[in-house]
């Protein structure tokens, strides 16, 4: 059911001072930059392979990235996986009893449909389902 990584994503602070890390560091560039008005963050995705680093910051203190900043710091936040059929993904692990956060598929970035998946449930590691 899981196709490939589609990205890890790091908490930041300061995005541009993470784009700028990524450049210096690495020599990369952003390939695709979005505000995700939903979820209250702004991202910076670098491409690496197939699959991608996502940079997200807060775009408001009540944002969940921005919780997670305050109680945890900078660092990991989420992986994501791809899938050919997030509902079907999310129904499975429902279906076996794990706590997920998204009751429904919805929008994701980049024309995406994605769902998390509790670190409850999780071996305490924020999922995302992602279908391209």
């Known amino acids: 059911m899981l196709s490939e990584i589609d990205h890890v994503a790091i908490a930041v602070n300061d995005l541009e001072a993470a784009i700028a890390f990524y450049k210096n560091a690495f020599g990369v560039e952003v390939e695709h930059r979005e505000v995700i008005v939903s979820d209250l963050v702004e991202e910076a995705m670098i491409k690496v392979g197939t699959s991608y680093i996502q940079l997200l910051s807060p775009t408001a203190p009540e944002s969940p990235v921005s919780k997670f900043l305050e109680k945890?710091?900078?660092?990991?936040?989420?992986?994501g996986y791809r899938v050919p059929d997030c509902q079907e993904a999310l129904?499975?692990?429902?279906?076996?009893?794990?706590?997920v956060i998204d009751q429904l598929p919805r929008p994701g970035s980049r024309g995406t449909t994605v769902a998390f998946i509790h670190p409850k449930g999780a071996m305490g590691t924020l999922i995302e389902l992602v279908q391209p």
Do not use: S
Not at 72 to 79: A, F, I, N
Not at 91 to 99: A, S
């Open 91 to 99: 129904e499975r692990v429902k279906g076996e009893g794990y706590p």
């Open 72 to 79: 945890r710091g900078e660092g990991l936040h989420h992986v």
